[in-house]
């Protein structure tokens, strides 16, 4: 309700003055104050983005993988990018979707890690705790029909306890012990879960890094979108451990015989 | 206090007619009332210990922290009223965090002495506020490596002795790990047992050990310091 007196009686919004009425003062405007505020966009859609990233537990903790590439649409246009990223002694954060939104959330995260250790208070953030902020900031952020564009997973481990669980753009979280992102859910989550469920207590590190070679090569012969150069991340009691960038081996003699591929015989 | 009721010292922005600023007087005077803190730049690391005055039996050990923490690779020290320390300590994390975001690399610890130097030096210019009732000491290990402005640092109520005590060491050749050593012995020695109450020990240290980052001293070290220093104690006395 507008209560000033020069305005009663009037149209709002009226950006003439039919009746000659200035100067009295300066009438405050009824329009919208910053134009440059009209022109901030929500996020429609990610531009650059990345695949799939996978989390198993095994015997010692949490294993994960993700490739090396961020695309601009079908373009694979950056083939260096990191998409596992250590927070903190505990944890690692895997991200698809949109990459300057994973920038961003890295960023959060690195301020939220220096204020815990700034207090100085013997606590630090584990797991649990990064993926329960992540869930919050990702549903205050959907709320605001301006969402993070991303799909993540959370893997750590902490005082002798595993912990993997997923989170996306709608605040969205579940836990499995076996997770999967984007195209990975629905590719590789079938394998992780043949390979791992009921076995999280036996399988060692090596077989754990066996199954997600596997998955991650069906996924670079399935997924137009992914790259044969990943990194795999490994929490355990020691720490976080995020391998250097690796290469898959893959085969392609079958194409040959895919008409529209190879020779055409006829 | 001569000062006390002549209305002269109502405010940091108001002379005395002999031409003195009385709440700046009173801000030093609480930090000559405060326990020592040092500051030492050693070779590889820098050390920061503090001599914390003990006013209460009731209060709990470890409370009232006057080492903090302004970012992963900066810690601060500070002699004068502890919420004053706090008050500066907050704005320094403040600042730390700012020029992060804007720089998007860690802050250099000149920088934000810089602008902590101009955020205190506003509470001496204006009628509604006071002066902060504290000296600091920051130190750091950046990307020019370790970093103090000094050699060595003195402030509080020991000062003159704990920097006579700094003067003769090689500081520039120590490690951090005989900084801490020498760190805790001139704490020790620059208490005035007769006169003060119980005290606490508390040093912190960025070095090679701590991978960079400003946290507090181990305790195995701590106690090793601490040992040597009550000994190095009566040794002086006879």
Redesign the interface.
Known sequence: MDHHPTNWGRPRNDTVDPYGTYPIHQRPTNVPKDAFAAGIQHTQQPIVTGTSVLGIKFKDGIMMAADNLASYGSLARFRDIQRLHPVGEHTVLGAGGDMSDFQYIQ?IL??LM??E??A?DGHTLGPAEVHNYLSELMYARRSKMNPLWNSLLVGGFKDGKRFLAYVDLLGTTYSASTLATGYGSHIAQPLLRRAVEGREDTLTEDEARKILEQSMQVLFYRDARSLDQYQIATITAKGVNISESRKLETSWSFAEGIRGYGAQTQ | MTSIGTGYDLSASTYSPDGRIFQVEYANKAVENSGTAIGLKVKDGVVLAVEKLVHSKLLVPGANRRIQTVDRHIGLATAGLPADGRTVANRARDEAAGYRDFYRSPPTLKTIADRIGHFVQMYTLYSSVRPFGISTILGAVDKDGPALGYHGAAVGKGRQLAKTELEKLKLSELTAREAVIEAARIIYLVHEDAKEKEFELEMSWIGPETNGLHVAVPKDLFDEAEAKAKEALVSGLE
Request: no cysteine; net charge negative; aromatic share 12%.
């Open positions: 960023g690195d301020e220096i204020d250790f700034a100085g």
